[in-house]
Every structure is written in structure tokens, then in C-alpha cells.
């Protein structure tokens, strides 16, 4: 009986040894398979068409979850870096004869939408052509497929074209009902990202920022417009203003806003047509994911010089305490320092999209550009957001280059410490008690309220920080404090507002920050490098977890509502400092 014991024991384990080494060799065969796929160069054919899909979302750059390759689903979300790589591609490969805009469900920022539009318009100089079709053109696709060369649409389709409309959430009646009083310390009297805690709608100084800024890049979006579908901006906002969502597809073609109705195997004709292909022959076809894997045509560089792209996006955390989406200060830090004393790297491009974070975070990654810039030029370019926080760590730079609908300014400090006494003593009958040895060392307990010293001490922290603040952007920008003062309070601007107002230096995207930071290192030839540097497949696969898989699914699916979600979920995790946006813009 011990002997079929012991034997049976050591089949058991056997077979458990034999699964996991199956199970890790089949992990690793897929994960072989997913990482060949995906980086295997793409071959061109003669008369290509890249087939540009304006669906899903956009961020600044997209680091693949092999959890989602994995179990095969993919969740939408494109890196601005990929589009406009393969918009460049596109241009300077001679197999492509043409792009066409495959309009859809589109979520994307201003800034990144006016990025990709400059590199469509860029495209159209190679003399090559561009159409767009669609079902349903979002307004955030039709502002791209105005650039094209014909704009058509499904005889039963929808045009979007209805103006801008923002929207703020607010939380005072919700935290009132389960007995929350938020403390609020803030220095700026429209740094407005207090008020969901403490009212039920908008300040009139957050008012009007937002209809400024609303409609300054609403008014670059018809001025564009306008100038390639030769329609004057009066008649557009006309347009807009009759929401032409809901109007019949005739009229698009009656008011100039498309060019001819066509049902999808038209179109596939039309691009035969276009591209010279047999009406029996398919058409030679290239999407985003091809595009990414197809070499460059130009020559390598062997200068050596290194010209690096730096990318700084999502909310500033604290040190290492900031979440798994986000800017590490420390992290950047490190990496800003690494470059600094690479004596390869001529000139950094540091690429800010972030409504800001942590006030201390961003005074640590203030501090290394401060030191870059001693070394090397520092050339700032700003993404959809670089404001609060996100300008902090901008305004030490050399030079800023922002797009006219970038969200910038912000110049605030704000705090907050939740009072829970009548949630816990009230509505669940906790109660708390305790000794201490000096008179504040229970400071920031939230089972009670701050008394009046306590107050005056926080709302000292706060005017101390925004003093500094004030400083930073003074030195930076070399301008006087006061005037700095003038149009801080916390007030949100354009980049078309913020360069009138000499918080930015030029209008303009990454890639004119790429020339000026070359023509400020005095570099001919040089590699572009970005930096920091994605990980590869299978430390993305070691690293992720279920936290960047279901983070990836939450985004999928709550789509513009991921942003204040994940506000609301990171306040735990965050500074009681803080210098940042309450908002996000998508334009949809």
C-alpha cells in the first residue's frame, strides 16, 4: 500500500510538472508567434493604398498588452507616434500611390487631431492622393477628412458637424448624502479642478475660460475647414448650428460639405481607378499595423549624433508612488539624467502631454530639465495637454512649441482632505479615539475636521507652492513675476492664446520641434531616438499583470468616461498637493 502510495504521489507530481512545462511551452510558442507577426517588415506592392481606419482611440504612444494578443483581442487604441510614422512612410514610398481615410468611431484630443491633420496636408504635397469615405463621419473624422482630395459618403449615411460642447461632472450633492465634506485649499480663482467637490455647477470664472477656450479651438477647427473645403467660416457655423448629424446625405453634397455619395463597392472601384488596378484584381491594401512594420526610405545616418524624443505623458505622480499609467517623476528623472550625460544626444525634444499631478513630482522633473538644459538644448513640445503640472515641467525649456488647440497654462496650486466624520460617526456608527504627543500630530485625520490652525497651516502650504510655481514659469520664460501672476490664477489657455501671452514660443507639432531642437544643437545628420524605450514582448509580458489588461478593457469600454474615471480612482493614491487639469477634451 506505501509503495502504490509513494508511485501514485509520483505520477501526480509528474503529471503537474509535465502541464507547466507544456503550459509554459505553449505560452512561449504563441508568444513567438504574436512577436514574429508583429515585427516582421512589410513587404510593398506595386500600387498600394494605405487604408487609414479612424476608429477607436488615440494616445501619444501605445505600449502592446501581450495579455490581449494573447487571448486575441484587441481594444482600438492607437499611438499618435504609429500615425503619423506611417502617414511619413506613405509619403516617401513609391508603391503607395494614395491614402484613403476609412471614417468612423474616432476618439481623440484636439491637439493630436490637428497633428494628424498637418501630416495629411503634408502628405498631399507629394502629389498623391487622398479620399475619404465613410458611414458615419464623426465631427473628429470629418475635420480630418476635409483635407482630402474627395470627401464622400453612404447615400444613407451621417455627417457630424455640430460645434463643441464641454462638460464637467460634480460630486457636492453625492459626497453630501454619504456625509463627505471635502477641505479645499486652492490659490487661482479659476483653478476649477475643486469645484465637483464643492458645487453643482461651474464658477463663473470657470465659465469663461471654458467658452474661451472652447471656442478658440473650435474656431481654428472652421477656419481649417473652411480653407479646404472652400466654404466660409460664417456658413459652417451656420451648418453647425442646424446639427447636420441629423441631416439627409443630399445635403451634405448641396452645402459643400462632402463631394459625392457613394455605396462601399463604389469606392473600392473609385480606388481601382485611382490606383491604375484591373477592375478583376484586388486591390493592394495596407492598414496601420502594416504600416508600422514598413522600413523608411532614407538613407542611415553615421554621424553618430543622437537627437532624442522624449516622452512625458499622463498624470505626474508622486516619486514611485504614482500609478501604473502616468509620469514616475523619479523614473523620469533618472532617464532625463541618463541623457544629459550621453554625450551622443545633441538635443532633446521633451514631449509634455499631461494635464499635470503632483506638485512635488513636478518640481522633481523641473529640477532635471533645469540641469538638461545646461548641457543641451531642451525643446519643449506640447501634446493635447501641458498644463498646470504639465507646464511646470515645460517652462525651464529652451523653447516651446505647442498646437494652436493645445491645452495649456493652468498655473495653480489646489488641495484637498476629505472630512468623513459624519460618514463614519453618523451614517456607520464608527467611532474613533486615541492619544497623541504634540498638538498637531494627528494632522490630516479624516474622521474629523481641521481646525482653524490647521487650515492656516495647509492654505500656507498651498500659497507657498504657488508662489514657487510662479517662479519657475518668471525664470523659465524670462519674464517678471507679476506678469506671470497676471495670467496665472489657475486659468486654462490654447496654444494660439498661450503664444500671444508669451507662455509659448511658436505654433507648431513635433516634428518642427525636431528641426529646432537640430538647428539649436547645430546638427546636420542624426538619428531620431524616443525615448523612454518600450519594452519588448515578453517584458511587456512579464510586467503587465491583469492591471494593464483590464485598464486596457476599462478604456475600450468607457472610452471618453475612462479619463474622470480614472481620476476618481487615483485620488487615493495621490498628493493632497496638487497642480493639474479637472478635465479632459475629446471631440467627437
Not at 506595386?46 to 494616445?59: A, P, Q, R, W, Y
Not at 455605396?263 to 484584381?281: C, F, G, I, P, S
Not at 532625463?336 to 532633446?348: C, G, I, N, P, T
Request: aromatic share 8%; hydrophobic share 40%; glycine share 8%.
Amino acid at each position: 500500500m506505501k509503495d502504490f502510495l509513494k508511485y501514485m504521489l509520483a505520477a501526480i507530481v509528474g503529471v503537474c510538472i509535465v502541464g507547466v512545462v507544456f503550459a509554459i511551452i505553449g505560452v512561449m510558442s504563441i508568444a513567438g508567434m504574436v512577436a514574429s507577426s508583429s515585427g516582421s517588415e512589410t513587404k510593398v506592392s506595386d500600387n498600394s493604398v494605405f487604408i487609414l481606419n479612424l476608429k477607436g482611440s488615440v494616445e501619444e504612444r501605445v505600449q502592446p498588452n501581450p495579455l490581449s494578443q494573447l487571448v486575441g483581442e484587441e481594444f482600438g487604441t492607437y499611438g499618435l507616434d504609429d500615425i503619423l510614422g506611417s502617414i511619413k512612410k506613405a509619403k516617401d514610398n513609391e508603391k503607395i500611390k494614395g491614402i484613403c481615410l476609412d471614417a468612423g468611431a474616432f476618439v481623440c484630443p484636439p491637439a493630436s487631431l490637428e497633428e494628424i491633420r498637418n501630416a495629411l496636408k503634408d502628405f498631399k504635397e507629394s502629389g498623391k492622393f487622398i479620399v475619404a469615405y465613410g458611414g458615419n463621419y464623426l465631427q473628429s473624422t470629418y475635420y480630418l477628412a476635409s483635407v482630402a482630395d474627395k470627401v464622400a459618403i453612404n447615400p444613407q449615411g451621417s455627417l457630424g458637424w455640430h460645434g463643441l460642447a464641454t462638460q464637467t461632472y460634480f460630486l457636492k450633492d453625492l459626497l453630501d448624502k454619504i456625509g463627505v465634506e471635502m477641505q479645499i485649499f486652492r490659490v487661482g480663482t479659476y483653478k476649477s479642478a475643486v469645484e465637483p467637490y464643492t458645487s453643482t455647477e461651474m464658477s463663473p470664472a470657470n465659465r469663461e475660460q471654458t467658452q474661451a477656450f472652447a471656442n478658440s479651438i473650435w474656431g481654428q477647427m472652421v477656419d481649417e475647414v473652411a480653407a479646404s473645403r472652400r466654404i466660409p467660416a460664417d456658413s459652417l457655423n451656420a451648418l453647425a448650428d442646424r446639427n447636420m448629424d441629423l441631416q439627409p446625405a443630399e445635403l451634405y453634397i448641396k452645402t459643400g460639405l462632402a463631394d459625392t455619395l457613394m455605396y462601399q463597392d463604389e469606392m473600392l472601384a473609385y480606388l481601382k481607378q485611382l490606383t491604375e488596378t484591373d477592375e478583376d484584381d484586388a486591390l493592394n491594401k495596407l492598414y496601420l499595423e502594416d504600416m508600422v512594420n514598413v522600413q523608411r526610405n532614407v538613407p542611415k545616418d553615421k554621424s553618430g549624433n543622437v537627437l532624442a524624443v522624449y516622452y512625458a505623458t499622463g498624470t505626474i505622480g508622486s516619486g514611485e508612488l504614482s500609478a501604473d499609467e502616468g509620469i514616475h517623476p523619479e523614473k523620469v528623472a533618472k532617464d532625463l539624467r541618463r541623457l544629459r550625460e550621453d554625450e551622443s544626444v545633441k538635443a532633446v525634444v521633451f514631449r509634455v502631454n499631461s494635464p499635470g499631478g503632483s506638485a512635488f513630482g513636478s518640481e522633481e522633473i523641473w529640477r532635471e530639465i533645469t540641469l538638461l538644459k545646461e548641457q543641451k538644448p531642451v525643446i519643449v513640445s506640447m501634446g493635447d495637454y501641458a498644463a498646470s503640472g504639465g507646464y511646470y515641467i515645460a517652462c525651464a525649456a529652451d523653447w516651446i512649441i505647442a498646437q494652436p488647440t493645445t491645452l495649456t497654462g493652468s498655473i495653480g496650486i489646489f488641495g484637498y482632505i476629505p472630512n468623513a466624520e459624519k460618514l463614519l460617526n453618523d451614517k456607520l456608527g464608527i467611532h474613533f479615539d486615541g492619544v497623541k504627543t504634540n498638538k498637531l500630530s494627528d494632522l490630516g485625520d479624516i474622521s474629523r475636521p481641521f481646525t482653524e490652525e490647521e487650515t492656516a497651516l495647509m492654505q500656507n502650504m498651498v500659497n507657498h507652492g504657488y508662489e514657487l510655481f510662479t517662479q519657475r514659469c518668471a525664470d523659465g520664460r524670462k519674464m517678471p513675476v507679476d506678469e506671470i501672476k497676471r495670467i496665472a490664477e489657475g486659468r486654462v489657455w490654447t496654444g494660439k492664446m498661450a503664444k500671444d501671452l508669451k507662455l509659448v514660443d511658436e505654433l507648431g507639432g513635433i516634428d518642427r520641434a525636431i528641426a529646432v531642437a537640430a538647428e539649436r544643437a547645430e546638427i546636420e545628420n542624426y538619428t531620431v531616438m524616443s525615448y523612454p524605450k518600450q519594452e519588448d514582448f515578453f517584458s511587456s509580458l512579464l510586467s503587465s499583470g491583469t492591471d494593464r489588461y483590464l485598464s486596457a478593457r476599462l478604456k475600450a469600454e468607457l472610452g471618453a468616461l475612462y479619463e474622470p474615471f480614472r481620476y476618481l480612482q487615483t485620488i487615493k493614491e495621490s498628493d493632497r498637493i496638487q497642480a493639474r487639469l479637472p478635465f479632459m477634451i475629446t471631440i467627437k
